[in-house]
């Protein structure tokens, strides 16, 4: 019996891992690993969260939410490797689209000043989110097409997201169905500020080390 009760509890806990681990990533808002340099809008400076959007017009809606959180390239593929999406800068910022209106939501257009690369997609839910039709960098912006289907009331998009160097900043997207748009204030987009590569920061480590061995040199002289 006791053999058996280890057996069971072994495998409870193969279960409760693979579940929580399946979990990882699949939520944006609030997301654990999001980016961190303190000025982000969660409450411990990181930079995830979701924005609303709502105007009317000829007796239609277009209303919902864009959640996004934003990630270093390793982080992202600690979370969401194999989805579809790889990275080819820094920093990758993510997004979601759900729709909440009446209406249909045909394009999102996220706002950047900045330097981006590699607008695309990633799977980020069950598989029954709504894949963009088309992707790309167009004037520096990222946009993102849903006209075949579009996402419907009630339905969501997959992740959306596209790399970059610069450190996030507060920017925009412009949601809209054609007949109806909204722009959505308070969005992540990459700032001036460049986030430094890894072996920069590595280099940097080894010269204050080089220096503070330097200067207990000097000390003991």
């Known amino acids: 019996m006791m053999g058996i009760s280890k057996i069971t509890a072994a495998f409870v806990f193969c279960l409760v891992i693979t579940a929580a681990s399946g979990a990882i990533g699949q939520a944006l808002p609030g997301h654990a690993d999001a980016y961190n340099d303190g000025n982000g809008p969660q409450g ?119 790399s970059a160097a610069g450190i996030p900043d507060y920017g925009f997207a412009l949601t809209q169905n054609g007949g109806l748009s909204f722009v959505s204030a308070g969005l992540p987009t990459p700032g001036s500020g460049m986030i430094p590569e890894p072996a920069t920061i590595i280099l940097v480590g080894v010269g204050a080390g080089l220096l503070a061995t330097w200067r207990g040199r000097r000390r003991v002289l």
């Not at 759900?98 to 690369?117: D, E, K, Y």
């Not at 069950?126 to 946009?143: L, R, T, Y």
């Open 44 to 162: 411990d400076g990181s930079w995830s969260g979701a924005v609303g959007f709502s105007v009317s017009g000829s007796g239609s809606t277009l209303a919902g939410t864009i959640d996004f959180a934003v990630f270093t390239k390793q982080k992202f593929l600690d979370n969401f490797a194999g989805d579809g999406y790889v990275p080819d800068a820094p920093l990758v910022y993510t997004y979601q689209v759900h729709n909440t209106g009446t209406t249909f939501v045909s394009a999102q257009i996220q706002g950047a000043v900045n330097p981006i690369s590699n607008v695309d997609w990633f799977e980020i839910g069950d598989g029954s989110d709504v894949d963009p039709s088309s992707s790309a960098n167009v004037g520096g912006n990222a946009v993102w097409d849903f006209l075949s289907p579009a996402i419907s009331s009630g339905s969501s998009s997959e992740g959306l997201a596209f």
